[in-house]
T-cell receptor, first 116, second 113 residues
């Protein structure tokens, strides 16, 4: 079974530029998560999708971050414009379901973003 | 809001010895899940063990076991017969029944040969 795929693995941009990350979840997984992991901290949930609908985006800085999950499969996370404090690893995860028993999340390898 | 606290930023253990990583959490809910994840330097987060709050029996997975104390809101991870490959950052995570997760800030485990 293929895992969660993310690209790119690394990205360096200047502040005020825009950047996009891509995630392909495990086939058949209805729930997709984007996390931000700042160095030395645990992952913080940015947004959770159930199929192509948003379940939780309460911690997403909506003035600069946006995410979409077209057709309930792949997802993209965009930052525009980027700030220095956005430097972090962005993790994508998926689970069979978002609630109840099938909530084990499988993580991708992440994208390390450096804003200079 | 739920919070997860890992009070040990770093721990070390001698190979073949046993180590326990601590985790406490705060919640007002009665049904939830708890997880321990391992994150090696390659960054990919891997599930180590999970515990359903409604189960009184502590979960075990080979050399990994938990001590779940629901009343005390404590969820510690015990690694027996530590191996060099166990070296990683370990995250404790709380998940609501609806699927919202909160992670602790992690414990870096070093295994000494």
């Amino acid at each position: 079974e293929a895992g969660v795929a993310q690209s790119p693995r690394y990205k360096i941009i200047e502040k005020r530029q825009s950047v996009a990350f891509w995630c392909n979840p495990i086939s058949g997984h209805a729930t997709l998560y984007w996390y931000q992991q700042i160095l030395g901290q645990g992952p913080k949930l940015l947004i959770q999708f159930q199929n192509n609908g948003v379940v939780d985006d309460s911690q997403l800085p909506k003035d600069r971050f946006s995410a979409e999950r077209l057709k309930g499969v792949d997802s993209t996370l965009k930052i525009q414009p980027a700030k220095l404090e956005d430097s972090a690893v962005y993790l994508c995860a998926s689970s069979l379901d978002g609630a109840g028993l099938n909530t084990e999340a499988f993580f991708g390898q992440g994208t390390r973003l450096t804003v200079v | 809001a739920q919070t997860v606290t890992q009070s040990q930023p770093e721990m070390s253990v001698q190979e073949a010895e046993t180590v326990t990583l601590s985790c406490t959490y705060d919640t007002s809910e009665s049904d939830y899940y708890l997880f321990w994840y391992k994150q090696p330097p390659s960054r990919q987060m891997i599930l180590v063990i999970r515990q359903e709050a409604y189960k009184q029996q502590n979960a075990t997975e080979n050399r990994f076991s938990v001590n779940f104390q629901k009343a005390a809101k404590s969820f510690s991870l015990k690694i027996s017969d530590s191996q060099l490959g166990d070296a990683a950052m370990y995250f404790c995570a709380y998940r609501t029944w609806a699927g919202k997760s909160t992670f602790g800030d992690g414990t870096t485990l070093t295994v000494k040969p």
